[in-house]
């Protein structure tokens, strides 16, 4: 049964360009959760997903960033215009339902570099 | 709102040997979950330990368990006969019952040595 799978594993945008993260949750998982990680920091949350719906985003910045969760395909994060505080690492996590007694698996990550 | 704080950004210690990792957090709910997740050089984040808050008993998985002292609102982590592998960094995480945000600590560096 494969992981939680995120692509790309790095990523490398020029400010003002566009980033577009993947994740595809384990086989059976329909909640989605993003994290960002920035250097030498613990990972702060970003945005929790179910199949087309946007549940909690209290800790997306308010622009340039959105997230989606389709009926069909991966969970996709993406940064408009973005800028070098963007660059971290951006983990994706999925769990088979919402709550504590849900392990949240992550995946690898990717590495976002702003240059 | 919850905080999760660890004091100790690097440790060090032999193999063979057991190592403490401290967390405090705040919180005024009452019934919560704790978790160590640990972070190797790859970046994958995995998951070491969990304790439910509203159980006594002290979690143990194999090498690793932890203490923990709801009144104190503290909860480290015991590695016991530390090996290699167990280098990493590792991250201490509270996450409410019915929330779906963990709320992570600023990590600890181990760095275990022959």
């Known amino acids: 049964n494969a992981g939680v799978m995120q692509n790309p594993r790095h990523l490398v945008r020029r400010r003002g360009q566009e980033a577009r993260l993947r994740c595809s949750p384990m086989?059976?998982?329909?909640?989605v959760y993003w994290y960002r990680q920035l250097p030498e920091e613990g990972l702060k949350f970003m945005v929790y997903?179910?199949?087309?719906?946007?549940?909690?985003e209290s800790g997306m910045p308010k622009e340039r960033f959105s997230a989606e969760f389709p009926k069909e395909g991966p969970s996709i994060l993406r940064i408009q215009q973005v800028v070098r505080g963007d660059s971290a690492a951006y983990f994706c996590?999925?769990?088979?339902?919402?709550?504590?007694?849900?392990?949240?698996?992550f995946g690898p990550g990717t590495r976002l570099t702003v240059t | 709102a919850q905080t999760v704080t660890q004091s100790q950004p690097e440790m060090s210690v032999q193999e063979a040997e057991t190592v403490t990792l401290s967390c405090t957090y705040d919180?005024?709910?009452?019934?919560?979950?704790l978790f160590w997740y640990k972070q190797p050089p790859s970046r994958q984040m995995i998951l070491v330990i969990r304790?439910?808050?509203?159980?006594?008993q002290n979690a143990t998985e194999n090498r690793f368990s932890v203490n923990f002292q709801k009144a104190a609102k503290s909860f480290s982590l015991k590695i016991s006969d530390s090996q290699l592998g167990d280098t990493a960094m590792y991250f201490c995480?509270?996450?409410?019952?019915?929330?779906?945000?963990?709320?992570f600590g600023k990590g600890t560096t181990l760095s275990v040595s022959s």
């Open positions: 995480a509270f996450l409410r019952p019915t929330g779906t945000a963990l709320i």
């Open positions: 919180t005024s709910e009452n019934n919560y979950y």
């Open positions: 997903l179910q199949k087309e719906n946007i549940i909690d």
């Open positions: 086989k059976g998982h329909s909640h």
């Open positions: 996590a999925s769990s088979p339902a919402a709550g504590g007694s849900y392990e949240q698996y």
């Open positions: 304790q439910e808050a509203y159980k006594q």
